[in-house]
């Protein structure tokens, strides 16, 4: 019913930025809450950021102050903007979607980011 479709993910230097976009699909994108998460070979599924329909942001440790996550309602995407890149960040990126009214989330199918010299 909703797709999630990542893209901008690639390699870049440890220092170097790379913007991350999630498309989405469906008529009720602006009262989803979106987040980010990744997930790297052997560990788990870590969330990076949220935003809600209000536009309120919230960041794991290890990233905020690098990391910005927004979203374009008129667009129906979310974005998240990585700088000052790390190699620990690199990783699946998956643009997740909630759904608050049925309680399910919608996820894509990830874009790859590595971060390495």
């Known amino acids: 019913q909703v797709q999630l479709v990542e893209s901008g993910g690639g390699l870049v230097q440890p220092g170097g930025s790379l913007r991350l976009s999630c498309a989405a699909s469906?008529?009720?994108?602006?009262?989803?809450?979106m987040a980010w998460y990744r997930q790297a070979p052997g560990k788990q599924r870590e969330l990076v950021a949220t935003?809600?329909?209000?536009?309120?942001?919230s960041y794991t440790d290890s990233v905020k102050g690098r990391f910005t996550i927004s979203r374009d309602n008129a667009k129906n995407t979310v974005y998240l903007q990585m700088n000052s890149l790390k190699p620990e960040d690199t990783a699946v990126y998956y643009c997740?979607?909630?759904?608050?009214?049925?309680?399910?989330?919608?996820w894509g199918q990830g874009t790859q980011v590595t971060v390495s010299s």
């Open positions: 469906g008529r009720f994108f602006s009262s989803y809450a």
């Open positions: 935003i809600t329909s209000g536009g309120s942001t």
């Open positions: 997740n979607a909630e759904d608050t009214v049925i309680k399910y989330d919608y």
